[in-house]
């Protein structure tokens, strides 16, 4: 994300093997709850796939946003589903 010209353009891209959570992969199409939250050096910026500040974000599986996965990297928004 670029927050401004003071401040370096940063991009990230995660992977994480299922292997890493102890699981077996799910099939596609398996239905999911997934938030992801991040902060900047000095907490003055943040961002969360909810929208909800990352403390709060994290802190309550119960309000993490459905997916559904798709096919490799991919994923879905269920029909209905916020966001």
């Known amino acids: 994300m670029y927050f401004g010209a003071d401040q370096p353009r940063i991009t990230a891209e995660m992977l994480l093997p299922w ?3 102890g699981v ?3 099939q596609a199409g398996a239905k999911l709850r ?14 969360s796939l909810s929208g909800d500040a990352p403390e ?5 599986p119960a309000h993490w946003v459905p997916v559904r996965l798709g096919d ?3 994923f879905k928004r269920p029909a209905g589903a916020p966001g």
């Open 19 to 21: 292997s890493a959570l």
């Open 24 to 26: 077996a992969p799910p």
């Open 34 to 47: 997934v938030e992801a939250a991040m902060t900047s050096w000095h907490r003055e910026r943040w961002i």
């Open 56 to 60: 709060r974000a994290m802190a309550d």
């Open 72 to 74: 490799g990297l991919a």
